[in-house]
């Protein structure tokens, strides 16, 4: 009776042990492969796969493939590959590295972004190297989507983010402004607006996180503005 007393307890313990582990293995966004319509003034201008997929050692993956198909994008066989590594810190996607690659028949250009924990610096490849100080849960700007969806997962509806910019770590600040329907390709959602507080460049970015993980639609705003409209997404 003791032996089975002792044995039940450390198959509870066990069991409960186990439970808590997948628990905190959770992670705030789930595993995705997205499609989207990529466009420019309003008008189609390529296609964009976004992939989420966990890696070795607790690390995950976050990669986009953009490609022109019509207009000069197309003609030039324009195409953009950015992937990010990184940690879940929270609801943080906490910087490893990250790669930028543009190519077209015309140019190459590259951008590395490298986040050294053990020695607390970060080093940006990008028009000349730049080195600074870490902070922690520093992302990177390929990143910002998914650290504003696993914060609304969990119910947040401010966002103080230290995004890692070519020479500094800036805090970026985002805010929940609403629900409105917003129609894609994919159908229309009744979403939440997220976008920049700040002056200057940002996106503008809407998500439904009671129906799917993914951004239902995103706006960037800046040098070269450009919207990306949901076509259809499978979960891993």
Sequence with gaps: ??????????????????ANLAAAAAPPVPAFTAHYRLLQDGSPIGKATLTLAPGPNGTWTFTTKSRGTAGLASLLGAGIR?????HWVGDLP???R???????????QHRTVRCDWARRVITVD???????????????????????????????????????????????????HGRQDVTVPAGTFDATRVS????????EAWFAPAKLPVPVKIDQHGQHDFSLELEGWSAH
Excluded at 82 to 86: C, L
Excluded at 98 to 108: E, F, G, I, P, V
Aim: aromatic share 10%; hydrophobic share 45%; net charge negative.
């Design 1 to 18: 009776m003791k032996f089975i007393r002792v044995a039940g307890f450390a198959t509870a313990v066990a069991l409960l042990f186990g």
């Design 82 to 86: 950015e992937v990010s590594t990184f």
């Design 94 to 96: 906490q910087c490893d």
């Design 98 to 108: 990250y790669d930028y690659t543009l190519s077209s028949a015309l140019r190459q």
């Design 126 to 176: 990008d028009k000349g190297t730049h080195a600074f100080a870490s902070a922690p849960g520093t992302l990177e700007r390929h990143t910002v989507p998914l650290a504003l969806a696993a914060g609304l997962a969990n119910g947040k509806h401010a966002f103080v983010l230290p995004v890692a910019v070519r020479d500094r770590i800036e805090m970026q600040h985002y805010a929940a």
């Design 196 to 203: 920049s507080t700040d002056d200057g460049n940002g996106i």
